[in-house]
């Protein structure tokens, strides 16, 4: 698989993941934002790193997200999660 496939290929599922987080409201938009920049810099900065194709494990963000959403207050906000439309 060429470099730049895998590259998009992690865009689109970090993407999708931090889209998906923000609509269940497990994350901010702001949160989200910030995950894909971060993501977008580190990929940028593995593809400029390593040029001639070697292969290298790529370095892990300081600040990564765990598998587990962090545990957060509830909101007293009006905001509810949004709720799946019901199968036809």
Do not use: C, F
């Amino acid at each position: 698989m060429s470099r730049n496939l895998k590259t998009a290929i992690i865009g689109i599922v970090v993407a999708l993941i931090a889209g998906l987080a923000v609509n269940y409201g497990l994350i901010s938009q702001q949160t989200a934002d910030e995950i894909k920049a971060k993501t977008d810099e580190v990929l940028t900065n593995e593809q400029t790193a390593q040029p001639d194709g070697s292969r290298q494990p790529a370095p892990q963000a300081p600040n990564a997200p765990s598998a587990e959403p962090a545990q957060t207050p509830p909101s007293t906000g009006s905001q509810e999660p949004a709720q799946p439309s019901p199968a036809n």
